[in-house]
């Protein structure tokens, strides 16, 4: 029987005529010997005048001798309680956290709030993670169109100069943003300084510009959110 959200009673069965109260049924924490000791102490205390054990091997019955004050004005609870045949159990909900260590939730509520605190927690990672990706991101890209431009308007000159030369002409340029790649700049290939190539350079900084914007305002929860819905709609695609 439910008595609360996770709380439930669990009774034995019996019947009473007369001052005899047969129980036909134990509950599942019991088993015989435990029982007939219950009885003796009930005996012994005398909340009950007397027993006899008719059990079988595979069945229960006990017929118990009370005088008329026992049962008098109680509800079947409350001899159900006297006779020690109510097993009171709540059901919660045992798993692993995140760190694999033991937690019990008292109820699916209780699991499902620090599902949602951990998973938010994770959201937050993955999302400073990818800000710090686009980033890294825009400085490269960026500096890559500065150089070129550098380049082209001969304030950083390449032509019939060593390594060393251009490597220390880029250290110097204050337009540049740390970190430089310095090998991401002496590599690019000769076609990326034609202007189809610098259009195409700028574009992508200005997406990977919005990209970033947009991340970083966002709230994690709205993340999850969208991500679920694409996810229902590629489930609802199979």
């Given at each position: 029987v439910k008595t609360g959200d996770v709380k439930y009673d669990?009774?034995?069965?019996?019947?009473?005529?007369?001052?005899?109260?047969?129980?036909?049924?134990?509950?599942?924490?019991?088993?015989?010997?435990?029982?007939?000791?219950?009885?003796?102490?009930?005996?012994?205390?005398?909340?009950?005048?007397?027993?006899?054990?008719?059990?079988?091997?595979?069945?229960?019955?006990?017929?118990?001798?009370?005088?008329?004050?026992?049962?008098?004005?109680?509800?079947?609870?409350?001899i159900l309680e006297q006779l020690k045949l109510i097993q009171r159990i709540s059901e919660n909900f045992t798993c692993n956290d995140a760190n694999n260590k033991v937690v019990v939730f008292d109820n699916e509520i209780h699991l499902l709030k620090e599902f949602v605190r951990f998973r938010l927690s994770q959201y937050e990672t993955r999302k400073q993670f990818r800000i710090d990706d686009l980033k890294k991101m825009l400085i490269q890209l960026s500096n890559k169109a500065i150089f070129i431009n550098a380049v082209v308007e001969e304030k950083i000159k390449i032509y019939k100069k060593s390594k060393q030369e251009v490597e220390a002409q880029i250290n110097g340029y204050s337009k540049l943003q740390q970190p430089i790649i310095m090998n991401s700049l002496l590599n690019i290939p000769i076609y990326h300084f034609t202007l189809d190539k610098l259009e195409e350079l700028n574009k992508e900084i200005s997406k990977v510009q919005a990209e970033y914007d947009e991340l970083i305002n966002k709230d994690v929860k709205v993340i999850w959110k969208e991500e679920l819905k694409a996810l229902k709609t590629a489930l609802a695609k199979k």
């Amino acid at each position: 029987v439910k008595t609360g959200d996770v709380k439930y009673d669990i009774k034995g069965i019996f019947t009473i005529k007369k001052n005899i109260i047969t129980i036909t049924e134990l509950t599942p924490n019991m088993d015989l010997d435990t029982y007939r000791s219950i009885l003796s102490e009930l005996k012994k205390s005398k909340v009950i005048t007397k027993f006899t054990d008719k059990s079988e091997d595979n069945s229960f019955l006990f017929e118990v001798t009370v005088d008329k004050t026992f049962t008098e004005g109680k509800t079947d609870i409350k001899i159900l309680e006297q006779l020690k045949l109510i097993q009171r159990i709540s059901e919660n909900f045992t798993c692993n956290d995140a760190n694999n260590k033991v937690v019990v939730f008292d109820n699916e509520i209780h699991l499902l709030k620090e599902f949602v605190r951990f998973r938010l927690s994770q959201y937050e990672t993955r999302k400073q993670f990818r800000i710090d990706d686009l980033k890294k991101m825009l400085i490269q890209l960026s500096n890559k169109a500065i150089f070129i431009n550098a380049v082209v308007e001969e304030k950083i000159k390449i032509y019939k100069k060593s390594k060393q030369e251009v490597e220390a002409q880029i250290n110097g340029y204050s337009k540049l943003q740390q970190p430089i790649i310095m090998n991401s700049l002496l590599n690019i290939p000769i076609y990326h300084f034609t202007l189809d190539k610098l259009e195409e350079l700028n574009k992508e900084i200005s997406k990977v510009q919005a990209e970033y914007d947009e991340l970083i305002n966002k709230d994690v929860k709205v993340i999850w959110k969208e991500e679920l819905k694409a996810l229902k709609t590629a489930l609802a695609k199979k």
